[in-house]
């Protein structure tokens, strides 16, 4: 089936065309640059950029797929979780192609599209990847952090998640105490690597051992307070010591929580996924945990994957079709910001 996929939860106006699980043409319009001034999205020109670019960035994405709308059989937006007036232009630009050129319409969970990232594939079909169930999934991103116990595609129980802010936003918090801009994870990622990752004592958030949940915003005000008073001269003598100890933290209450849920859960494979899993030094920590609990584990095979696009949502998409879970009337679908997976 060919599929032509929509994703504007956030700050990223993105289209793919796929032949089932195969992405033919991707495309994805960063907003990075409005917000930079800003320190964050700022949901009013999220909508705006998206109205401008959506149109251009579909007809990217068919024409380097080389295929017409017409030529699409199904139309695959995210309805949910993310930005309201972001979510709103996907979802009606989707209705008004699904009305005007008669497509059925499938509506897709952002965390789902997250998840089955690893699920896909290049036109060729690589790669082909052979997953055990149950998986368990850790997904972390700006605005999302999930422990998901994946029964089989389609079938997920969430069994950790933020109790407040998420992994990706803490980081671009911190960037953002220390003076790095806009999204700061990456710049935090770079200074990382030249510094002490214990220069700083920070707290173990929620260390209960029982607790599978997170919680990020303790650990974000216990660094403010730490160098509040430091003069701007220090705080940049020790950039890279702070954002090390930092990210540090973030990184073990990650690991800690998800190593818990895999002596309880007991997965046959781990999969991690989310803007967060861009970060090199995430990853090896991931598969240094996957090494010693001896369980094989999934990331997306490319960055681009990791951060918001709309070939995942068009491969979650796919699946739904599969099973016939299109939207039933067009006209009524509505945006959900606060989506449950």
Known sequence: MLILA???SCDDTCAAVLDNDRVLGNVISSQTNLYKE???VVPDIAKRAHQKRIGPVINRALKKAKKKIEDIEIIVVTQGPGLAPALGVGVNFAKELAIKYDKKLVAVNHIEGHILSNWVKNMYGKPTRKVEYPVLSLTVSGGHTKIILVNEIGNYEVVGETLDDAGGEALDKAAKLLGLGYPGGPVMEILAKKGNSQYLDLPKPLADKKILDYSFSGLKTSFYYKIK???????NKHLADLAASFQNAVFETLLRKYKLAIEKYQPKTLL??????ANQELRKRLQKLAREEKLPILMPVKKWLNTDNAAMIGVAGYFKAMR???VVNIEKLDRDPRLQI
């Open 38 to 40: 800003w320190g964050g």
């Open 229 to 235: 008073n430091w003069p701007r001269e220090k705080v």
């Open 324 to 326: 016939g879970e299109f």
């Open 6 to 8: 929509i994703e504007t």
């Open 272 to 277: 991690a996924a989310g803007g967060v899993m």
